[in-house]
Nanobody, 115 residues
Framework: QVHLVESGGGLVQAGGSLRLSCVAS????????MGWFRQAPGNQRELVAS???????SYAESMKGRVTISRDSAKNAIYLDLNSLKPEDTAVYYC?????????WGQGTQVTVSS
């Protein structure tokens, strides 16, 4: 059974930065497009960024220029660098394959941006 464990969230002031990490219990990264998703209270879960096994990246329009996704297949890990954070970026951030698989949803990591 694969588990994806997210970490790195926290409370940060507007304009600040965070690095989120996601580690899998076994290797799926070499075969899958991986993504970071987020869900704010009252909103649907949305894709923030994705990265292919070859390192090709894509980003949500609202996040372009402020986030960077990367992966380390040797560590079974993906990362999300968040910069110039805004209060509207407050959400629980999750990693999953893209498209997401229900069985892979983990607890996520809370990012809270204060104004």
């Amino acid at each position: 059974q694969v588990h994806l464990v997210e970490s790195g969230g926290g409370l940060v002031q507007a304009g600040g930065s965070l690095r989120l990490s996601c580690v899998a219990s076994r290797s799926i990264f070499n075969k899958s497009i991986m993504g970071w998703f987020r869900q704010a209270p009252g909103n649907q879960r949305e894709l923030v960024a994705s990265i292919s096994h070859r390192g090709l990246t894509s980003y949500a329009e609202s996040m372009k220029g402020r986030v960077t996704i990367s992966r380390d297949s040797a560590k079974n890990a993906i990362y999300l660098d968040l910069n110039s954070l805004k209060p509207e970026d407050t959400a629980v951030y999750y990693c999953n394959t893209n498209p997401p698989a229900r069985v892979f949803w983990g607890q996520g990591t809370q990012v809270t941006v204060s104004s």
